[in-house]
């Protein structure tokens, strides 16, 4: 049993710079291995980027390499996601979610927790 909160969306420019957070209650957090994920209106559930339960290791998806960067901090229970360089392709609706297990994926289904998502728009 956890709980997650997302937050730090909003609306900005083309070029600019957000920071998301995902924050657990309930169950430790640091047993879960965490996932981003986007949703844009109409479209499929996209995966954005994973972190494993240690942190150690990382995944993202070719559209976002370079630009988000994804960490945790197991003090507060909190995984975060830096977008830089934002892009109008990337408005939609970020997810966070939590997987019991060592690794992440970028399978939707295969995670057992999700927050109710944050809103990300990039305006041209």
């Known amino acids: 049993q956890v709980q997650l909160v997302e937050s730090g969306g909003g609306l900005v420019q083309a070029g600019d710079s957000l920071k998301l957070s995902c924050t657990a209650s309930?169950?430790?957090?640091?047993?879960?291995?965490v996932g981003w994920f986007r949703q844009g209106p109409g479209k499929e559930r996209e995966f954005v980027t994973t972190?494993?339960?240690?942190?150690?290791?990382?995944y993202y998806a070719d559209s976002v390499k370079g630009r988000f960067t994804i960490s945790r901090d197991h003090a507060k229970n909190t995984v975060y996601l830096q977008m830089n360089s934002l892009k109008p392709e990337d408005t939609a609706v970020y997810y966070c979610?939590?997987?019991?297990?060592?690794?992440?994926?970028?399978?939707?289904?295969?995670?057992?927790?999700w927050g109710q998502g944050t809103q990300v728009t990039v305006s041209s």
């Open positions: 309930g169950r430790t957090f640091r047993q879960y291995s």
């Open positions: 979610a939590g997987r019991n297990y060592v690794l992440g994926s970028k399978l939707p289904g295969e995670y057992d927790y």
């Open positions: 972190i494993s339960r240690t942190g150690g290791t990382t």
